[in-house]
């Protein structure tokens, strides 16, 4: 009678299945050929149009003792708007994270922000000093009209 030795046997470890790893494989060589794809022949991008600025104003928003905040022509020093507290949360909003920023780059209070309406109707909220654009119309018309409106409101204070 002949024992079998168990011992002999050799354990074979599991290996991950190769199915899956192919799979992943071509997913990612199919991403990287349809990023190729897309970026040479401009599929999915979104270009600017070369517009220019129809006209532009440097702001100072100044926050008063009542929670209103006073809009001021940075060149000329005269009053554009004074926002009444618990009014135009957009405009508080946008002011707030640009603000926030600046105090992040220790960026004081001083510089000016520059808004601009453009050739193509887009009205741009921009901060030079911490080199940040906000496009207005990315957050509907409604809300690029509060910034509009102080740029109507800039130009008869001129």
Do not use: C
Not at 62 to 83: C, F
Request: hydrophobic fraction near 35%; avoid cysteine.
């Amino acid at each position: 009678m002949r024992q079998e030795s168990t011992n002999n046997k050799t354990r074979r470890r599991p290996s991950f299945p190769r199915g899956p790893l192919y799979g992943v494989g071509v997913l990612v060589a199919f991403v990287f050929t349809i990023i190729i794809i897309g970026q040479t022949y401009e599929i999915g991008t979104v270009r600017l149009p070369n517009a220019k600025p129809v006209e532009s104003h440097h702001l100072y928003f100044t926050d008063q003792s009542d929670g209103a905040i006073l809009v001021t022509n940075a060149v000329t020093g005269s009053k554009i708007d004074r926002l009444a507290p618990g009014t135009n949360g957009f405009i508080r909003a946008s002011l707030r994270s640009l603000v926030r920023e600046r105090r992040l780059a220790g960026v004081g209070s001083k510089p000016p922000f520059r808004l601009t309406v453009w050739t193509d109707g887009r009205v741009t909220l921009e901060d030079p000093s911490i080199n940040r654009l906000i496009d207005l119309r990315a957050f509907g018309p409604t809300n690029q009209h509060a910034f509009a409106r102080l740029i109507d409101k800039g130009s008869e204070t001129q």
